[in-house]
């Protein structure tokens, strides 16, 4: 539990560092502007080049969906008949409230879906699919088809009611940190490279997580695919013989491990000697030693890494 209140302070701290960052250097930029044309301010570029700094208030995360231009109601009966549709055939991607799920977008946010009339827009969408951007064609009936149009309008009507506007966090928010000083710490300071390596279990992670996901994958990996390793653990007995396996559990009185055989086997902690190696420890350690500054380095360097 306290690791998990680590990782939770740990992404409110990355996420309002880098807002705040944001509006540190639009702030110093527009002094530049005032006092030199030949500024990277006064060309509209900030000093990381990545173009004008963004208000910090105008994350794409927090910019209003776009409103339905043509409201629309559907009976009861039809709407609850498209959610079980929609969270059979479309909940995996975009989410059971097509808010936004592991791969596919939040539809509440989608023009098409604003923009749609009965099905006009999405029924063509649902029967032939986008390939290109891995949505697949719907072997669906009318029935099924006009029914998941309504469950989606009515999860539209009910998210426009809301009035908030951000339902996530954009990867341009936690865009805040140096990619070079990043691999400085990785490969120095931060001991990072002696587990980890760039071509190897690294090779292509910001192109499998982005944003705040990429973050979660950094600080508190115990989730995700692939799933990290458990922690191996060692016995001894007091008549000195060692039992290795997988950590299964433990608590304050026992330690619980699986052997080789696939057995599990549970020790009192005050009758035995164990040693426990935890790979996830040292991520666990590091989230009392990252600078803010630190954190955000090295998401840029792992940013890169494409």
């Given at each position: 539990?306290?690791?998990?209140l680590?990782?939770?302070?740990?992404?409110?701290?990355?996420l309002?560092?880098?807002?705040?960052?944001?509006s540190?250097?639009q702030?110093?930029?527009q002094?530049?502007?005032?006092?030199?044309?030949?500024?990277?301010?006064?060309?509209g570029?900030n000093?990381?080049?990545?173009?004008?700094?963004?208000d910090?208030?105008?994350?794409?995360a927090?910019?209003?969906?776009?409103?339905?231009?043509?409201?629309?109601?559907?009976?009861?009966?039809?709407?609850?008949?498209?959610?079980?549709?929609?969270v059979?055939q479309?909940?995996?991607?975009?989410g059971?409230?097509?808010?936004?799920?592991?791969?596919?977008?939040?539809?509440?946010?989608?023009?098409?879906?604003?923009?749609?009339?009965?099905?006009?827009?999405?029924?063509?969408l649902?029967?032939?699919?986008?390939?290109?951007?891995?949505?697949?064609?719907?072997?669906?009936?009318?029935?099924?088809?006009n029914?998941?149009?309504?469950?989606?309008?009515?999860?539209?009507?009910?998210?426009e009611?809301?009035?908030?506007?951000?339902?996530?966090?954009d990867?341009?928010?936690?865009?805040?940190?140096?990619?070079s000083?990043?691999?400085?710490?990785?490969n120095?300071?931060g001991?990072?490279?002696?587990?980890?390596?760039?071509?190897?279990?690294?090779?292509?992670?910001?192109?499998?997580?982005?944003g705040?996901?990429?973050?979660?994958?950094?600080?508190?990996?115990?989730?995700?695919?692939?799933?990290?390793?458990?922690?191996?653990?060692?016995?001894t007995?007091?008549?000195?013989?060692?039992?290795s396996?997988?950590?299964?559990?433990?608590?304050?009185?026992?330690?619980?491990i699986?052997?080789?055989?696939?057995?599990?086997?549970?020790?009192?902690?005050k009758?035995v000697?164990?040693?426990?190696?935890?790979?996830?420890?040292a991520?666990?350690?590091?989230?009392?030693?990252?600078?803010?500054?630190?954190?955000?380095?090295?998401?840029?360097?792992?940013?890169?890494?494409?």
């Amino acid at each position: 539990m306290q690791q998990t209140l680590w990782f939770a302070a740990a992404v409110v701290i990355a996420l309002g560092v880098g807002l705040a960052q944001d509006s540190t250097d639009q702030a110093v930029n527009q002094g530049k502007a005032k006092g030199s044309k030949g500024t990277n301010a006064a060309r509209g570029t900030n000093a990381r080049g990545r173009g004008a700094p963004r208000d910090p208030t105008q994350s794409p995360a927090s910019t209003p969906e776009p409103k339905t231009v043509t409201p629309q109601t559907y009976p009861a009966e039809q709407v609850q008949a498209g959610e079980q549709r929609f969270v059979a055939q479309c909940g995996f991607c975009h989410g059971r409230d097509a808010g936004g799920g592991e791969t596919g977008p939040d539809l509440m946010r989608s023009e098409l879906v604003a923009q749609d009339l009965r099905g006009d827009k999405i029924a063509p969408l649902l029967k032939q699919g986008r390939a290109g951007q891995g949505m697949p064609a719907f072997d669906l009936s009318d029935a099924d088809v006009n029914a998941i149009v309504a469950f989606i309008h009515d999860q539209k009507t009910k998210s426009e009611a809301l009035g908030g506007g951000r339902r996530s966090v954009d990867a341009s928010d936690f865009a805040t940190g140096d990619a070079s000083a990043g691999r400085a710490y990785f490969n120095g300071a931060g001991g990072c490279s002696g587990c980890h390596s760039t071509t190897g279990d690294l090779e292509g992670i910001a192109t499998r997580y982005r944003g705040l996901a990429l973050l979660e994958r950094m600080l508190y990996p115990t989730a995700g695919r692939p799933a990290p390793a458990r922690p191996k653990a060692t016995v001894t007995l007091a008549s000195g013989e060692t039992i290795s396996g997988t950590l299964a559990s433990q608590d304050e009185f026992t330690i619980v491990i699986r052997d080789a055989s696939g057995d599990r086997q549970m020790f009192e902690k005050k009758l035995v000697q164990y040693k426990i190696d935890d790979p996830m420890s040292a991520h666990f350690d590091q989230l009392g030693k990252y600078t803010d500054a630190d954190m955000h380095n090295v998401y840029a360097f792992l940013d890169t890494l494409k």
